[in-house]
């Protein structure tokens, strides 16, 4: 059986397709209803402003989640994805209008490692950017790829 995966077997270098992801308000109340975070940092800008933030700021969790979504779209699989982890380094702050906040997110193979018989695995490091800054630091996805 062969490992779920991009067609091609990946080399290390192999870059991602780039995804760009605009996120709205309305995105920040329909990802609080499915998460149960409403904190209101996600809502009011007048919360926002009284704990120093320059704005509502989109959930960390939902910028992981659509850093990874760039993983899951290139394996064409999520089964393959292995390990995914992230920091949050820099908010992503939504204007309440109706163009929202672009998030630009990259990815590329950055190792590869046999792992047995017939299994590899690539390790994805993710660049995922705010007005052309870092949101999300050390993301790497580790994934099953067919093998060389």
């Given at each position: ?18 995804l760009?992801?605009r ?11 499915a ?5 209101p ?9 009284a704990?120093g ?14 850093a990874?979504?760039?993983v899951?779209?290139?394996?064409g ?46 390790k ?25």
């Amino acid at each position: 059986m062969t490992a779920p995966g991009p067609a091609i077997a990946p080399e290390v270098g192999t870059e991602l397709p780039p995804l760009s992801v605009r996120v709205t308000r309305a995105d920040l109340v329909r990802y609080a209803g499915a998460s149960g975070d409403f904190n209101p940092i996600h809502w009011s800008d007048r919360t926002a402003a009284a704990v120093g933030l320059p704005g509502v700021i989109a959930h960390g969790m939902l910028t992981m989640a659509l850093a990874g979504r760039l993983v899951s779209n290139w394996v064409g699989d999520p089964g393959a994805i292995r390990s995914y982890g992230v920091r949050f380094t820099r908010p992503v702050v939504v204007p309440d209008d109706d163009e929202g906040a672009l998030i630009e997110i990259s990815g590329k193979v950055s190792a590869l490692t046999d792992t047995g018989p017939g299994e590899r695995i690539a390790k994805i490091t993710i660049t995922a950017a705010f007005e052309g800054k870092s949101v999300l630091g050390r993301a790497v996805a580790e994934v099953a790829v067919p093998p060389s």
